[in-house]
């Protein structure tokens, strides 16, 4: 009988003991993150403003994560804006309510409160992005996303030497969140870009004779060496042609998965995508500049942002660093000939389930259509309102979230009768 207690208790505390590691394990899994959102004063383009940040830094900081992590974001609004954070890319199973977009799957984060995102990590892998989802303060609330492969895992090509995440942004001399909110109450498109950034730094082309330059974002490399650069487009509207000048790109993955291999000399970015680019330093020692500019047929900021990519070693550095020639602005078979490349990996590795059947059809068209105002009063094309719509359906901002209202089964905050073609076909 005594040795019976003696087994039962050692089995009760090896029972004891294997939950306690598995918890140690879970509490490893589940690391946390504090952010401050707070007001941050920056030099650009020879003036000073305050722009909202998170712990100071323009891009914010860099999440770094492997395939299948959780972790835990706690965001904690010092501003003076009502605030969301959307992990862009980041599928959240079974997890709506830490994907961010205000009043679509929470309400904004008030100033004085804080919020805890839960971000499960399942299938991305490669970068992604976070940023605001709120009126335009997004233009500098964001920062980079990395999932590494999963532990005991590695990438479907060489180890690169080291990687930069290399951030495209947009610039206004003006307070964003003026421009937004006066281009909403006259009904006008919201104005241009002054300027892009490379990580957060215009470039050298922005000098201006009457002011200090804050700086070019460098990156160093040694020759021979591979290096694996992690672009992202968090520019507000436009289209973006990047280069390196006399480099060859290779680009293996796209918005937080691997694609089949592209190579090429530039590429074309959308807003919110992201792309994984190999590049091998084999040229002469010297400097080269990385430049970025538009792919636009309207309005459109024709300025063009650069970084510097410096060889390490002796030698004379050039006067100018080596510029590459881009595409034109409208230059629609660049376009063309650089997206029709793009495929799925889609190796035993990382395979690719494609549904063979359809249950549903939707046919959804994007616009930006006109409101009719009062005596032509407003700003927009003959003196009407811009505003966006999908299937010629407009977004109105409901009291509470869309979530919410789903899961409370709160009526009168949405419908259920989404068009599933637009009126209009074009």
């Not at 804080?114 to 609330?141: C, K, P, Q």
Request: net charge negative; proline share 7%.
């Amino acid at each position: 009988m005594e040795l019976m207690k003696m087994s039962l208790k050692l089995a009760f505390l090896g029972f004891l003991v294997l939950n306690v590691f598995a918890v140690l394990s879970m509490a490893q899994t589940r690391r946390t993150v504090h952010w401050v959102l707070e007001e941050t004063n920056y030099t650009r383009l020879c003036s000073s403003k305050n722009i909202l940040t998170v712990n100071g830094s323009f891009p914010g900081p860099t999440l770094h994560v492997h395939k299948g992590e959780t972790l835990i974001v706690n965001v904690q609004n010092q501003g003076k804006y009502n605030v969301t954070i959307h992990w862009h890319g980041v599928k959240q199973p079974r997890n709506p309510w830490s994907d961010g977009p205000e009043y679509i799957t929470q309400c904004p984060i008030q100033p004085g409160a804080n919020f805890s995102y839960e971000i499960i990590f399942s299938t991305e892998e490669g970068t992604l992005w976070w940023h605001a989802h709120s009126d335009w303060s997004r233009a500098t609330v964001h920062g980079p996303i990395i999932v590494y492969p999963a532990n005991g895992t590695t990438y479907p090509y060489s180890k690169p030497s080291e990687e930069f995440p290399i951030v495209l942004a947009s610039w206004f001399k003006g307070d964003v969140m003026e421009l937004i909110q006066s281009a909403l109450e006259s009904g006008a498109e919201p104005n241009q870009s002054d300027a892009f950034t490379i990580n957060g730094q215009t470039g050298d082309l922005y000098k201006n004779e009457n002011c200090t330059n804050p700086g070019t974002f460098r990156i160093l490399v040694d020759y021979g060496k591979t290096y694996l650069l992690r672009i992202i487009n968090s520019i507000m509207n436009e289209e973006m042609f990047f280069m390196v000048a006399q480099h060859n790109l290779t680009v293996v993955g796209m918005d937080g998965a691997y694609i089949k291999p592209i190579y090429t000399d530039y590429i074309m970015i959308t807003p919110g995508q992201t792309m994984d680019v190999l590049i091998t330093a084999n040229q002469s020692p010297s400097e080269y500049y990385m430049a970025a500019r538009a792919y636009a047929g309207l309005q459109y900021d024709n300025t063009t942002t650069t970084a510097i990519v410096q060889y390490s070693g002796n030698y004379t550095a050039p006067s100018t660093p080596a510029f590459p020639i881009l595409p034109n602005y409208t230059d629609i078979d660049a376009v063309t000939n650089f997206t029709r490349q793009m495929k799925a990996l889609n190796s035993k590795e990382h395979p690719v389930d494609v549904p063979q059947t359809v249950d549903t059809k939707l046919y959804i068209t994007l616009s930006v259509n006109t409101l009719p105002c009062v005596n032509s009063s407003c700003d927009g094309p003959n003196g009407d309102r811009l505003a966006a719509s999908l299937n010629n359906i407009s977004f109105v901002t409901p009291e509470v979230d869309v979530l919410l209202a789903y899961h409370n089964q709160l009526q009168g905050i949405f419908t259920k009768d989404f068009p599933s073609q637009p009126p209009y076909f074009f």
